[in-house]
């Protein structure tokens, strides 16, 4: 038997990994450019879909998945918003240490809620809320024929399924993300003033410190945009599952993964057009 | 129904060299390989065949659910589908479809379910005479009023299929389409299934295709009987027809035996 040098071995296996590897990065990355071209269309498409929202029925089909998407989810968005005002508030704290005066504790957190925390944790804990949902709900309702029905009766799908429940996502996520700032500055507050020893005052006028409207405008764009990719990519990934229970849970969980990244791209993207 | 003369023109449905296959994890699965079949207006038209040969993928290209990769579907006259054209926009409101499971919306009412195209397509129709035609369809498919309140999950499978049966009809389709409509049902519910095939023919002078590879229910509802087998149509002719034929893949099917019989085998 010939024999084989270990250190071939290693560099084989290494070699081997690195293709495999990078095999696997750019599959993933070619599926998501084909994602994206499949979505653009079908964002237009359900754009154009919403004029029938302002009709009696088409309203009443949209305020039922504001209701379930929506409000449904605040008492989530409580809590987790709460949570991240009172982190937001220690961990500025400790960043601060003795060289930045307490005063500015207030602005930090404001800006660092309103900017990046608030609407980026919020869209990230309601993808796994309600893309998850509106992927498992579609992709059963396909599995079950009643997307068919809806064809078959000459209803078209994206109009009955897909535009109330992103319009649903377009309105109620800004919505939910404003409510979750708000939440955060009180939860902060209430660490700094309860454990932080920084007194009622100091925060609040440190809040108010450099406060500019701007920061609302950005927080509203990105919930308005990480709304609309969350259901979007919800219904779509609902729409292409195939094969039963495994689609429907593979459906579920690429919803969540790819609006999870998506939204920290477009987090950046939205960040770096409208402050840098 | 027999004894209804049908002019020998007139065809509702006309398949032409149809072809379709599916990628699978193992290949490419020709399910249709060249299928011609005319449907008569006014007739119900049986499409036996086994199990995944293909039978419920003649009836979605029929409707637009399926595109032909090879062929021609010709509806009233018009062609509708052909691998470069797809459009159905003016014959989906003639064609209803029953699916195998029903295929009801979950979460609407059974009164929704029936109502929800109807008040879609004919926004401005009084809410009055919506109620009037539920309540109507409901006593058509022998359920009390009272169903119309229930939700799907509540039905059993065969009042399921009945009250799809009934959104079906609420759009006064010419065409029906019906999918498997005894499966998974026992022999007394799927009678009455079959009568209501009968009793949609007779009321509404639909035309019907039933796909199933329930031979009581063919004998039951067909004018005319076809055979899918690998995909093609191997046989085509009345109940009385089928019966007696000796070809030697129908009288398989008929009898349910696992075996070809050797004798009408080497006959044909």
């Known amino acids: ?276 | 129904m027999p004894g209804v003369s049908i002019p020998q023109d007139a065809y509702a449905v006309e398949l032409r060299n149809l072809r379709k296959s599916f990628k699978t994890s193992n290949g490419v699965q020709d399910v249709l390989r060249g299928v011609d079949l005319d449907i008569r207006r006014g007739e119900t038209m049986v499409i036996l065949g086994g199990s995944g040969g293909g039978k419920s993928v003649i009836l979605k290209h029929m409707i637009g659910l399926l595109r032909p990769d090879a062929g021609e579907v010709i509806v009233d006259g018009e062609v509708i589908a052909t691998p470069e054209k797809f459009d159905y926009s003016t014959i989906r409101r003639k064609m209803g479809m029953l699916f195998q499971m029903g295929a009801l919306f979950d979460s609407m009412s059974v009164g929704e379910n029936i109502a929800f195209a109807l008040k879609e397509h004919h926004p401005d129709i009084p809410a009055l005479s919506v109620e009037e035609k539920v309540a109507t369809l409901l006593g058509m498919i022998n359920l009390n009023p009272a169903f119309a309140t229930k939700m799907p999950s509540e039905l059993s499978g065969g009042m399921k299929k009945r009250v799809s049966l009934a959104r079906t009809l609420a759009l006064d389709p010419e065409i029906i389409l019906y999918d498997e409509p005894t499966t998974g049902l026992d022999p007394i519910t799927s009678d009455v299934i079959n009568d209501l095939i009968l009793e949609t023919q007779s009321k509404f002078h639909v035309t019907s295709v039933v796909v199933t590879h329930d031979m009581a229910s063919a004998f039951k509802v067909a004018d005319r009987i076809a055979m899918l087998y690998q995909g093609h149509i191997i046989f085509v002719g009345t109940p009385d027809e089928t019966r007696e034929t000796t070809n030697p893949f129908v009288q398989q099917f008929i009898r349910g035996e696992r075996r070809l019989d050797p004798e009408r085998l080497a006959a044909t």
């Open chain 1, 1 to 276: 038997m010939a024999r084989t040098n270990p250190l071939l071995v290693v560099v084989e296996a290494t070699g081997e990994a690195t293709t495999l590897f990078f095999g696997k990065l750019f599959g993933a990355l070619g599926r998501m450019l084909a994602t994206l071209g499949d979505l653009f269309g079908l964002v237009f498409q359900i754009l154009w879909l919403f004029r029938f929202t302002f009709t009696k029925r088409g309203w009443l089909l949209a305020r039922t998945q504001m209701m379930d998407l929506g409000v449904a989810s605040l008492p989530l968005v409580f809590i987790t918003a709460l949570f991240i005002g009172m982190v937001a508030a220690v961990s500025a704290k400790y960043q601060f240490q003795n060289f930045v005066p307490l005063r500015y504790l207030g602005t930090a957190v404001t800006q660092m809620v309103f900017l990046e925390l608030g609407p980026v944790l919020t869209a990230l804990v309601m993808s796994g809320r309600i893309g998850s949902s509106i992927a498992a709900q579609i992709g059963t309702m396909k599995e079950k024929e009643e997307v068919d029905a809806y064809r078959v009766l000459d209803l078209d799908p994206l109009r009955y399924l897909a535009a109330p429940r992103v319009l649903a996502g377009i309105v109620m996520l800004p919505t939910l993300t404003m409510i979750a700032c708000s939440l955060a500055l009180i939860g902060s507050w209430a660490v700094a003033v309860g454990g932080l020893g920084v007194t009622s005052y100091t925060m609040v006028s440190g809040m108010r410190l450099f406060f500019r409207s701007y920061i609302l405008l950005v927080c509203l764009v990105k919930g308005t945009v990480f709304g609309g990719l969350i259901s979007i990519l919800g219904y779509y990934h609902g729409i292409k599952s195939a094969g039963g229970a495994r689609g429907v849970g593979e459906a579920t969980m690429k919803s969540v993964v790819s609006s999870s990244v998506m939204i920290l791209m477009f987090d950046f993207l939205i960040t770096f057009l409208m402050l840098f």
